[in-house]
């Protein structure tokens, strides 16, 4: 059986123009999350995905039976539309280092209207090939 293909985005911080790979953070969207990115920002309306940490799941299942707890989260990807048609990606995720997380790292990319217009195009190429 083969796997269905994601649409990984990649968020590397940057102090004093020097970037710092070290500390690349990774979230890789579903066809369907792309779709939902696709036709919710031209609407207006933001888009917010998340990932939980599957360790900390596999644990909470075990010991409480529910697999709902929202602490478990360990990056959540929001995608606003912002003023001029452009778009921006945000991704908060908890540093494995420091344990911080909840809004202490956030990593952000503003995308101007044609710089979306393209990615939208990447979306609609890509999503046969990703299926």
Request: proline share 5%; aromatic share 8%; net charge negative.
């Amino acid at each position: 059986m083969e796997r269905v293909g994601r649409l990984l985005v990649e968020f590397t911080p940057r102090v004093n123009r020097v970037f710092h790979w070290d500390k690349q953070q990774t979230f890789a969207m579903t066809v369907e999350e792309c779709a939902l990115i696709q036709h919710q920002l031209p609407a207006g309306h933001p888009v917010e995905l998340s990932r939980r940490n599957e360790d900390m799941d596999t644990q909470y299942m075990s010991s409480n039976n529910n697999s709902t707890n929202p602490t478990n989260l360990d990056k959540v990807l929001f995608v606003e539309p912002t003023e001029g048609a452009s778009v921006t990606f945000s991704l908060d995720y908890i540093d494995t280092d420091t344990g911080l997380g909840g809004g202490e790292n956030v990593l952000s990319v503003k995308m101007m209207a044609g710089e979306f217009g393209v990615f939208q195009n990447l979306i609609t190429y890509i999503t046969p090939h990703l299926l």
